[in-house]
């Protein structure tokens, strides 16, 4: 590995759906990751094995913290946790509506 790789290794399979989820959130967050696309057959994973001990895709590997981590769940929310900028999505925006809205009507 070399300075240049992205510190997130993100160990995926073709047409995983719950791959995928993590993919969006990975762009979602506009995160630098590489991608290692694992063997199709889950005999032959042993290179997720040997990182985080699971056969399964989705697994992460932050070089940043140093956290490894499989299912889709843990890995969005470590991901919203630790890359998210925590602003409220749900109505945080102030409205300037108010203010000055009457347009004439003097009379
Ligand atoms: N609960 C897991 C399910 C992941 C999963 O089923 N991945 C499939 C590929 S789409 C897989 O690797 N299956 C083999 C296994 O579970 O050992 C998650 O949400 O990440």
Known sequence: ?????????????????????????????????????VEPLHSKRDVVKRVAGVRSVPVIVDANTGVTMAESANIVDYLEATYGDEVATDGGRPSSASAGAHDGGAD
């Not at 791959?19 to 967050?29: H, I, K, S, Y």
């Open 1 to 37: 590995m070399s300075d240049d790789d992205p510190p997130i290794t993100f160990y995926r399979l073709q047409a995983c759906p719950y791959c995928e989820r993590v993919a969006r959130t990975l762009q979602e967050l506009e995160l630098e990751y590489q991608s290692r696309f």
